[in-house]
């Protein structure tokens, strides 16, 4: 459950640290967005070294959950519900990492 929520968080923070430039580009946004932006890709760096397995491992666990994450910002920041599809593309994302992070060791 530890490591999930670390997933969750590191996804939470490349996402965010994403988002505010293209919103700066796209929409025009204060430059200021650029200083979270920069903490938050920072953090998201820092956040991948707290994983205990290799990194090629982790990164690619790590892919199922963002794409998670990735759907509920869709939905949740941007106001766009995820489709069918996407909901069916996110499952088989998460059983490939679950696939990954729970092989034996």
């Known amino acids: ?45 820092w956040l991948l070294t707290l994983h205990d397995a290799a990194s090629g491992r982790v990164y690619a666990a790590y892919g199922g959950v963002y794409i998670g994450v990735a759907l509920l910002w869709l939905w949740g920041v941007d106001g766009i519900r995820p489709s069918v599809w996407d909901i069916a593309g996110v499952l088989v994302a998460l059983a490939g990492m679950g696939i990954i992070v729970c092989q034996p060791r």
Do not use: D, N, R
């Open 1 to 45: 459950m530890k490591t999930i929520l670390l997933y969750v968080v590191t996804a939470l923070a490349e996402i965010a640290g994403c988002y505010l430039p293209a919103l700066w580009l796209k929409q025009h946004g204060s430059p200021w967005l650029l200083v979270p932006a920069a903490v938050s890709l920072s953090l998201f760096a």
